[in-house]
C-alpha cells in the first residue's frame, strides 16, 4: 500500500531519443526506498560522441523519501566511481527520517526513464517526461537532466548580480563555476558566472506554493531556462561530470521549503551579536595611523562604528600570516586598544601562500599543496604577493598549516574575526604560472628528496596536463580563466580518489573547504564564536561563514541589485550578508553613498568598503547631511538589532530566511510580488522601503492588505481592509532624517531606543531599557520572540546557554513562555515598558509573576496614535512574568494620562 502511495508505476511512454529504459525494478531495504538498473537506450547517444567523451553504458537508480516532503533521487555508473563531492553535513540524515510523502505522488516510466510528480489534486510539480519536454544524457563529461515545472518564476541558481526570478527571456542561460568576477550583470545570456556555485532553485506554482530543486554537485554546470507555451519552464541541467543526485521539494510556504533544504545542506552557524554592527574598511590605508586616524572620526562626528577591517595593506609585501612592521608597527596595541572601547578588529586572509614564504616552506615540507599534472609538484598560480601556492584542503596536514599561520597573525594582531578572500581560487595567470628557479629551489629541493608520495607511481596515468584540452561542453566560457588549472590535483589515499580529486571536480569546494578550517580554528584553538566573511562559496558555506556579495561598483544599479543577492544568499542559507555600501569600485558621491548608507545599514552586514585609489567615501566626505543619514540610519537598526538578532539565531536553529521579499509571507499578492526588487523584510513584522533612485525625494512602499504601523510615529498607516485582497500604495517623503520603516500588525518586536540614548557601541544595548512593541493585527492578536544570550560564547545553541522568549498577545493578555532558559541575566531583560500599537482605549495592566504574586504598572494612551503605553517601575526580569493582563489593576496606582483623543473624555 505505500508502494502505491508513494511510486505510482505510470503507464509506458512513447519512445524518444536521449532516454534510459529500465532494465530491472527491485524494491530494497524497506518500502521508502528503491533501487534499479538502467542501461543505455539505442538512441541516446550524443552526436559526435568522443573517445574522451563516452556514454554511460550502464546506470543505477535510487529513488528514496527521506522526508515527509522530501524526494531523493540518484543515477550513477553502474560499472565505474565517478565524483562526488564529500558529504560535510554528517548529520543531515539526523533530521530526515523516511515517512510517506505528504501530498507528493511520485511516478516513474520504465522505457524511456522518466519520472513526474504531483500533488495530492493531480497538479503537476515537476515532470521529466520526454513529452515534457525533458531529458536525460549520461556521458563522461557531458550530463543533462532536464525538466518541466508549471511557472515561469525560478528562483536562486546562484552566485548571480540578476534579478531575483531567474526567467529574464524566452531562453535563459546561467553558468555556474566560482570565478573571480566583480558583479558582471547577468542577463540571461550565461558565462556571466561569479563568486559562488548554488544548483538549487525554487518556483512559485499556479497555487502558490513553493517547490523546490538541489543537484548535489561541484562540477562546472549551466541551467537553462526555456519559457513554454503553457506558462511553465523547462529546465536544463548541463553538467561537465559527477552524476545526477537530485533532492525535490515540496511545501506551502517559502521557508518551509527553505527550511528543508538547509536541513541537508547544513543550517546556519551563529555568528557574534556585534557583528550586525556598522563595519568600516577600505583598500589603501599605507599605515596603522590612517586606520588610526578613520576610528577616532568615527567618534568625533558621533557616528557608530563597531568593527574596522584591514585590507591586504597591513600585510609585509602581501604575504599571509605576516604584518609590515614598518608601516603597522603597533598592531598589535591597536586591537587591544580597540577591544577596551568594546569595538573589534577584522584582517584579510587571501588564499595564496606566497612563494619561497616561509609558510610555502612549511606547506612543501608537508607536501600539503595542490599539485600541478605538468610538474608533479607545487603548482603555482599568481595573485597580490606574486607567486603563490594553495593548500589542499583534502591533505591531512592543511588544516594545522592554515591554524599555524592564524595563529602567529593572532599574536602580532587580536583579531576577532576573519575574512577571507580570493578564495575562488582566483588566479593572475592563465592555469599556472610555475616560476623559472622553482625546480632549482636548492630549499625545495631537499625537502622533495624527503617526501614519500602517495600513489606517487601512478601520477603520469592519472594526471594527464592535456586531459580536458577538448571538451564537448563548457560552461561559463573557459575553466581556467581566473583561476588554477582544471588539471590541478589533490591528496588521495586509494586509485579512484587520484583519479577524481582534480580542480576539474573540486574547484568550487576550495572556498567552502577554507571555511570549514577557519570555523575549526576558531572553536578549537581560539574557542571563541566564530565570524568569518567569505568571497567563494558553495551549497552548505552558511554553516561556517558570512558573506559580503564581493566587488561591486559604485552605481545606482549596483546598489538595487544587491537586494536580490541579499535575497538569494538566504535562499542558500547564508544570512548574514551585505554588500559594500557606497560600492567598491569607482567614486561614491553624497546622494548615492547617503541613500546606500540608509538602506545598507539594514543589510545583516552592514560594511562600507571601497577600493584603492578611489576617494574616501566616509560620511563625513560628503558634509552633515550624509553624517547625520548615516548615524540615524545605523542607530534606527541598533534600535531592533534584538529583533535581528532573533532573526539570526532562529535561523541558526531552523534554517530559513532572515531577509525575505514581500511575497515570502503575502504569496497570494501579485502587487506585494512586483515589489520585489524595491522593498525587503527583515524577519516577519519590518518592511524596508529605501531610496534606491537618483534624485527622489520620496518613496513608495506597497504594504499587503493587514494593519501596518509607521516605525517613528508608531501610528497605524494602513489598516486591514475585509473587503479587498490588495493592500495600499503609499508616498512618502525620504528625507535624510530617517529610513522608512513600517511594523506588520501582528507582531511583537523587541525595541531599545539607540537613536535617543546615542548608543555607539552594540554592547550599550546590554543594559539599555527595552520597550516591547505589540503591533495588534486586525483580530487584536499579536505574537514575536526574543532570544538573549551573551552574543559572543561558543557553541551556545549546542550547549543550550540561551533564553528564547516567546511572547503572544490575545484577548488583552500577554503570555510569556520560554522555549529554552538558563541562568544569566541582562539589565535589559527588565520588565520597563509596553507599547500596545492599535489599542482602542485607556486601560490598566498587571503583571502575573511565575512566583504567582502581582506587580502593577502605570499607563497612558495616545488616543491621536492609538499607542497604549504601560510602565513597570520594579525590577522583575521578563522571564519571570507568567502573562500580563491589559485591563486589570493591581499593586500599583494607575496614572490616566488623557490625550486629545475624544472618546477618552467619557471616562
Not at 511510486?7 to 530491472?24: E, G, I, K, P, R
Not at 599605507?286 to 597591513?314: A, F, G, S
Not at 540608509?598 to 560628503?622: C, E, L, V
Not at 543594559?767 to 544570550?789: C, F, T, W
Amino acid at each position: 500500500e505505500i508502494f502505491a502511495l508513494l511510486f505510482l508505476l505510470a503507464v509506458s511512454l512513447a519512445d524518444d531519443n536521449n532516454h534510459y529504459y529500465v532494465q530491472t525494478g527491485t524494491e530494497v531495504k524497506d518500502t521508502y526506498k528503491w533501487t534499479f538498473d538502467i542501461k543505455s537506450h539505442n538512441s541516446y547517444r550524443l552526436r559526435d560522441v568522443k573517445a574522451s567523451n563516452p556514454e554511460i553504458m550502464n546506470g543505477k537508480v535510487l529513488m528514496e523519501s527521506v522526508d515527509e516532503k522530501v524526494l531523493h533521487v540518484k543515477i550513477w555508473d553502474a560499472d565505474k566511481v565517478r565524483w562526488e563531492p564529500p558529504v560535510f553535513n554528517e548529520k543531515q540524515y539526523d533530521y530526515y527520517t523516511p515517512k510517506v510523502m505528504d501530498n507528493m505522488r511520485v511516478s516513474y516510466n520504465e522505457d524511456p526513464f522518466a519520472i513526474w510528480i504531483t500533488d495530492s489534486d493531480g497538479t503537476i510539480i515537476f515532470d521529466s517526461r520526454p513529452s515534457a519536454p525533458g531529458s536525460l544524457k549520461f556521458n563522461d563529461k557531458y550530463l543533462e537532466f532536464g525538466v518541466k515545472v508549471p511557472s515561469e518564476r525560478i528562483f536562486g541558481i546562484g552566485e548571480h548580480v540578476a534579478p531575483f526570478n531567474k526567467v529574464q527571456r524566452d531562453e535563459s542561460k546561467y553558468s555556474l563555476w566560482n570565478k573571480d568576477a566583480p558583479s558582471p550583470y547577468s542577463d540571461g545570456s550565461g558565462n556571466r558566472n561569479t563568486y559562488g556555485h548554488h544548483p538549487f532553485f525554487t518556483y512559485q506554482l499556479p497555487n502558490k506554493k513553493i517547490a523546490g530543486m538541489f543537484f548535489r554537485t561541484s562540477n562546472a554546470i549551466d541551467y537553462v531556462l526555456k519559457k513554454n507555451y503553457d506558462g511553465s519552464t523547462s529546465v536544463y541541467h548541463k553538467a561537465i561530470g559527477g552524476v545526477f543526485d537530485f533532492y525535490f521539494f515540496y511545501s506551502g510556504t517559502m521557508d518551509d521549503v527553505l527550511k528543508k533544504y538547509h536541513s541537508l545542506i547544513g543550517r546556519p552557524y551563529l555568528p557574534t551579536f556585534w557583528s550586525l554592527g556598522f563595519h568600516q574598511c577600505r583598500y589603501g590605508w599605507h599605515t596603522l595611523d590612517e586606520v588610526k586616524d578613520v576610528v577616532n572620526k568615527y567618534d568625533q562626528y558621533d557616528i557608530p562604528l563597531e568593527v574596522i577591517w584591514n585590507d591586504i595593506d597591513y600585510m609585509d609585501a602581501y604575504a599571509d600570516f605576516t604584518v609590515d612592521n614598518n608601516r603597522f608597527a603597533g598592531l598589535l596595541q591597536f586591537t587591544k586598544a580597540m577591544h577596551a572601547k568594546d569595538q573589534y578588529f577584522v584582517p584579510i586572509v587571501d588564499a595564496g601562500i606566497k612563494y619561497k614564504s616561509e609558510y610555502y616552506y612549511k606547506g612543501v615540507a608537508k607536501d600539503a599543496f595542490i599539485k600541478s599534472a605538468n610538474t608533479k609538484k607545487t603548482l603555482i598560480g599568481k595573485v597580490w604577493p606574486g607567486e603563490a601556492a594553495f593548500l589542499d584542503w583534502f591533505h591531512p596536514e592543511s588544516e594545522g598549516i592554515w591554524h599555524e599561520g592564524l595563529q602567529h597573525l593572532y599574536s602580532m594582531a587580536e583579531f576577532d574575526g576573519i575574512w577571507i578572500d580570493m578564495n575562488e581560487i582566483a588566479n593572475f595567470c592563465y592555469g599556472e604560472c610555475p616560476p623559472k628557479d622553482m625546480l632549482e629551489d636548492e630549499k625545495a629541493k631537499g625537502i622533495w628528496a624527503q617526501i614519500k608520495r602517495s600513489l606517487s607511481d601512478k601520477d603520469d596515468a592519472n594526471h594527464d596536463p592535456h586531459e580536458f584540452d577538448n571538451l564537448p561542453y563548457v560552461p561559463g566560457g573557459n575553466l581556467n580563466d581566473k583561476a588554477i588549472s582544471v588539471t590541478g590535483y589533490h591528496y588521495s589515499t586509494n586509485d579512484d580518489e587520484d583519479r577524481l580529486r582534480k580542480e576539474y571536480n573540486t574547484h568550487v569546494l576550495w572556498g567552502f573547504m577554507e571555511s570549514i578550517a577557519t570555523n575549526t580554528y576558531f572553536n578549537k584553538v581560539l574557542k571563541k564564536r566564530p565570524f568569518i566573511l567569505t568571497r567563494s562559496n558553495w551549497a552548505g558555506s552558511g554553516k561556517y561563514t558570512s558573506l559580503w556579495l564581493g566587488d561591486n561598483f559604485s552605481n545606482w544599479d549596483n546598489m538595487r541589485q544587491s537586494i536580490a543577492g541579499m535575497f538569494g544568499m538566504q535562499m542558500y542559507g547564508i544570512p548574514l550578508v551585505g554588500a559594500d555600501m557606497c560600492g567598491f569600485i569607482g567614486g561614491s558621491n553624497k546622494e548615492l553613498c547617503g541613500r546606500w548608507m540608509q538602506m545598507g545599514s539594514f543589510y545583516p552586514f552592514s560594511r562600507n568598503h571601497n577600493a584603492i585609489n578611489n576617494p574616501d567615501q566616509y560620511p563625513w566626505n560628503y558634509g552633515d547631511d550624509i553624517v547625520k543619514a548615516s548615524k540615524n540610519a545605523i542607530r534606527q537598526k541598533y534600535s531592533i538589532l534584538r529583533y535581528y538578532y532573533t532573526n539570526l539565531f532562529e535561523v541558526s536553529l531552523e534554517g530559513g530566511s532572515m531577509m525575505k521579499p514581500l511575497f515570502f509571507e503575502f504569496p497570494e499578492d501579485e502587487t506585494a510580488y512586483s515589489k520585489t526588487p524595491y522593498m525587503f523584510m527583515a524577519g516577519k513584522y519590518i518592511v524596508v522601503s529605501p531610496v534606491l533612485f537618483q534624485n527622489n525625494w520620496k518613496t513608495y512602499p506597497y504594504l499587503p492588505n493587514c494593519n501596518w504601523y509607521d516605525f517613528r510615529t508608531r501610528e497605524m498607516a494602513v489598516s486591514y481592509n475585509p473587503g479587498s485582497s490588495q493592500g495600499k500604495n503609499l508616498d512618502l517623503d525620504a528625507t535624510w532624517d530617517y529610513v522608512v520603516l513600517h511594523i506588520r500588525g501582528g507582531g511583537i518586536i523587541p525595541f531599545q531606543d539607540a537613536l535617543g540614548n546615542r548608543v555607539r557601541r552594540t554592547k550599550e544595548l546590554l543594559s539599555l531599557e527595552l520597550d516591547l512593541i505589540v503591533a495588534l493585527d486586525h483580530e487584536n492578536k499579536a505574537q514575536g520572540r526574543m532570544v538573549v544570550d551573551d552574543g559572543v560564547s561558543l557553541d551556545t545553541i549546542e550547549n543550550k546557554i540561551y533564553r528564547h522568549y516567546d511572547f503572544k498577545y490575545e484577548n488583552n493578555k500577554l503570555s510569556v513562555s520560554l522555549l529554552n532558559d538558563y541562568d544569566q541575566h541582562f539589565d535589559f531583560e527588565k520588565v520597563k515598558k509596553i507599547s500596545i500599537l492599535g489599542a482602542t482605549s485607556q486601560q490598566n495592566g498587571c503583571i502575573h509573576l511565575t512566583t504567582g504574586g502581582t506587580q502593577g504598572l502605570t499607563s497612558s494612551f495616545d488616543g491621536g496614535k492609538k499607542v497604549l503605553t504601560l510602565t513597570s517601575t520594579g525590577d522583575k526580569y521578563w522571564s519571570e512574568v507568567s502573562f500580563i493582563q491589559i485591563g486589570e489593576s493591581c499593586q500599583t496606582t494607575q496614572l490616566n494620562l488623557l490625550t486629545s483623543f475624544d472618546g477618552l473624555q467619557k471616562l
